[in-house]
C-alpha cells in the first residue's frame, strides 16, 4: 500500500512538472559557452556539462529545451547498458508538435561519441530536434557512422557526474522501443507505462548555476 501511495504521488509531482509550450521567442536564446544541468530521474540524479564550442547549435537548443522544462518527465525508454540510454519524446502532444519540426542544421563532429559524451539523435540529414543518447561506452564508431549520405553523430554535452545512475536503469527492453516511437509521439508516456511496464524517467532537468 505504501509504495501504491508513493507511486500516486511521484506520478502527481511529474505530471504538475509537465512543461508548457514556449513562446517562438525562446528560439532565439543563446547558450553560455559552457553550462550544467541536473537530471533528476526515479533511480537518482546525474549531471552533465554542455559545450558550446562542440555543436553551437546543439547547446542552444539543449539549452533553450532544459530552461523551459522540456526533459521533465520524460522516459528514459531506450535503455542499454552496453551502448545507449536515449530519450527525450514529451508527455504532450502540442509540446512534440512545437519542438519537433524545428530541425537543426547539421554540423560536424568535434568530440569523439566515448563513454558518457552525448549527441543528439536523428534518422537523416538536419533531423536533429529533442532526442538525446547518452553513450554507456565508447561508440567511437558513431564518429563516422554513415546514416543518409551523413557521417557521424555530433556530440554537445557529457554526464560529469552520476554515471553510475545510469547504470542502474531499467534495461530490461533495449531498443526494442525504437519501432513504436511514433506511438510515444501520439499517446504520450501512457502508452510506454501500458507496454513497457517498469521503464524508468526523468523526473526533472534543470539548468544548475
Not at 509550450?21 to 547558450?31: C, D, R, T, Y
Not at 508538435?97 to 534518422?123: C, Q
Amino acid at each position: 500500500m505504501k509504495k501504491f501511495l508513493a507511486c500516486i504521488m511521484m506520478l502527481s509531482c511529474m505530471l504538475h512538472l509537465q512543461a508548457q509550450v514556449p513562446e517562438a521567442s525562446v528560439l532565439k536564446l543563446k547558450a553560455p559557452e559552457t553550462f550544467k544541468a541536473l537530471f533528476k530521474t526515479t533511480k537518482g540524479n546525474f549531471t552533465i556539462e554542455v559545450y558550446r564550442k562542440w555543436s553551437p547549435a546543439g547547446a542552444d537548443r539543449l539549452y533553450q529545451l532544459i530552461k523551459t522544462g522540456f526533459y521533465n518527465n520524460n522516459m528514459l525508454f531506450r535503455v542499454q547498458h552496453d551502448y545507449v540510454v536515449q530519450f527525450g519524446i514529451a508527455d504532450s502532444k502540442p509540446l512534440n508538435k512545437f519542438w519537433d519540426p524545428k530541425k537543426l542544421p547539421d554540423e560536424p563532429v568535434k568530440a569523439s561519441n566515448t563513454k558518457g559524451v552525448i549527441s543528439f539523435a536523428r534518422g537523416g540529414s538536419n533531423d536533429r530536434s529533442t532526442q538525446l543518447f547518452i553513450n554507456m561506452i565508447d561508440n567511437r564508431v558513431l564518429d563516422t557512422v554513415k546514416r543518409q549520405d551523413l557521417r557521424g553523430y555530433t556530440p554537445v554535452a557529457r554526464v560529469v557526474a552520476g554515471m553510475d545512475i545510469l547504470y542502474r536503469l531499467t534495461n530490461k527492453y533495449g531498443r526494442s522501443t525504437l519501432a513504436i516511437q511514433d506511438s510515444v509521439y501520439k499517446y504520450g508516456n501512457s502508452y510506454l507505462a501500458r507496454n513497457f511496464p517498469g521503464l524508468d524517467s526523468i523526473i526533472t532537468a534543470t539548468l544548475l548555476d
